[in-house]
């Protein structure tokens, strides 16, 4: 598999869509485009260091996969592994309270996913680059403020995170509502003060939605789904 060896030498550098040069008209899978799927459709279950994913419903990859590479498994054959598993996870029932969804990426994106955790998994240190910025979720530090007595707090369309970590409100009857885009699961739950309230877990744009009657003083927003509010999903409301 020499088409794949030319991902290795490109992978840092600007010119990852290079043609292959060995006669296929096949273009290079995206490994920026890998990144961002990736994230977006696997990193809430799964562990992958280079990605900087956090989910830990599914197995550690970089764990997975590192003792085949020190057993002389090549990455290429990592590729094949992986789109196999994407086409046919069905290694858990589905009555498994986690188990992996088939087909969560198909066609061109199923190739560069495969690409890019082939490349990658059980790897070391940073990525650089295009790469390193793929794939991250866009977190804000500026505190989202509720209006009127609603407060709306998004989840990420990628990885373990809401929009904002932080949030404000005034005291009296609060509604929090939390859209999710992403095809993963996730919900909105409030703690403090008194306050223990768990809105349903929703995906592909379902909205979780809570209501509590806050005091002043320092509550703490978060995922229930196993391994998300420990990944990320967390932040502070204050309510003045
Ligand atoms: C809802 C959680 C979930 C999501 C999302 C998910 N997985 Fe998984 N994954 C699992 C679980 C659970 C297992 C172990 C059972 C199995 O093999 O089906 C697994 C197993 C795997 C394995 C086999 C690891 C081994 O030990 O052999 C690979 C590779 C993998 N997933 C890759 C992916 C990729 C790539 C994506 C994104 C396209 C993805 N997963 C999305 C939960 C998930």
Known sequence: MGLRR??????????????????????????VAGKEAFNAKCGACHIMN?????????????EAFRQALADGM???????????????????????????PADLVKGDDLRNVSAYVAESVAKRGKETGLL??????????????????????????AGLAYVANAATAEAGPLTITSPNPATVPHNIALEGGGVNEVGPVVEKD?????????????????????GHREGGMEGQLVVK
Do not use: H, W
Request: aromatic share 4%; hydrophobic share 40%; with cysteine.
């Open 6 to 31: 030319v991902i290795g030498v490109a992978f840092a550098g600007s010119a990852l869509a290079l043609a292959s040069g060995c006669g296929l008209t096949e273009d290079e899978p995206d490994l």
């Open 50 to 62: 280079r990605a900087g994913t956090k989910g830990t419903q599914g197995p550690n990859l970089d």
């Open 74 to 100: 090549e990455r290429s054959g990592i590729e094949g592994a992986v789109e196999a598993q994407i086409d046919a996870p069905a290694r858990l029932s589905k009555r498994d309270p986690v188990y992996m």
């Open 132 to 157: 390193a910025e793929a794939g991250q979720p866009e977190v804000s530090d500026k505190p989202i403020a509720a209006k009127a007595g609603k407060l709306e707090i998004p989840a990420a369309s």
């Open 206 to 226: 379902g909205v979780s939605e809570i209501k509590a009657t806050v005091k002043a003083g320092q509550y703490t927003f978060f995922c229930t789904v196993e």
